[in-house]
């Protein structure tokens, strides 16, 4: 079945971009019905949607978040990633990868997340 | 301050029914269907409930979801230990173009 996994940046420098890959396999990101999503999750907090993009480089972003985001897709190595710049402490979280079902209707499945904390 | 609005906290005795509410407003819960996920300790969420009402394989169906207007529901009868998790609401918002979320429910089971 399908199956995502986030890559493993680590640590970030305040200031600097964080940078994330979803590998994708089990399955073509090139599918019409699915969108690909990327979700964060501070420590101890709730769920907060970053964006979802198409494997045509169509996207929806998080209002609170457009100017600092980027979302590509490399369809060759089935992978899509994010790019956000000018980071702080306060993007400290888990980042998830989720396919997102004909963009309004589900995400499943996710990867199992990883944790980028942004220190110095 | 999260979009849709899930009281933080519920509990319940091995065996009794659960009900976590989840309110939203016309360009969420009014004009798109529901999801609801689970989340246990350290790990992702999964996704619990569907369109709504819907159950994916695998899921026991002690576990059901409603919806009336800008409101959703999720029922859990029969409580058991392993049920212990966050739970969170989602539905797409056509205000911002984006995935909206509950600030999640921590089901203690007592």
């Known amino acids: 079945q399908l199956q995502l996994q986030e890559s493993d940046p680590g640590l970030v420098k305040p200031s600097e971009t964080l940078s994330l890959t979803c590998t994708v396999s089990g399955g073509s990101i090139s599918s019409s019905d699915y969108y690909w999503g990327w979700i964060r999750q501070p420590p101890g907090k709730g769920l907060e949607c970053i964006g979802s993009i198409y494997y045509t480089g169509s996207s929806y972003y998080n209002p609170s978040l457009r100017s600092r985001v980027t979302f590509s897709v490399d369809t060759s190595k089935n992978q899509f990633s994010l790019k956000l710049s000018s980071v702080t402490a306060a993007d400290t979280a888990v980042y998830y990868c989720?396919?997102?079902?004909?963009?309004?209707?589900?995400?499943?499945?996710w990867g199992q997340g990883t944790l980028v904390t942004v220190s110095s | 301050q999260s979009v849709l609005t899930q009281p933080p906290s519920a509990s319940g005795t091995p065996g009794q029914r659960v009900t976590i509410s989840c309110s939203g407003g016309?360009?969420?819960?009014?004009?798109?269907?529901v999801n609801w996920y689970q989340q246990l300790p350290g790990t992702a969420p999964k996704l619990l409930i569907y369109s709504n009402n819907q159950r994916p394989s695998g899921v026991p169906d002690r576990f059901s979801g409603s919806k009336s207007g800008t409101s959703a529901s999720l029922a859990i009868s029969g409580l058991q230990s392993e049920d212990e998790a966050d739970y969170y609401c989602a539905a797409w918002d056509d205000s911002v173009n984006n995935w909206v979320f509950g600030g999640g429910t921590k089901l203690t089971v007592l």
């Open positions: 989720a396919k997102v079902q004909q963009l309004v209707k589900w995400l499943d499945p």
């Open positions: 016309s360009s969420n819960i009014g004009s798109n269907i």
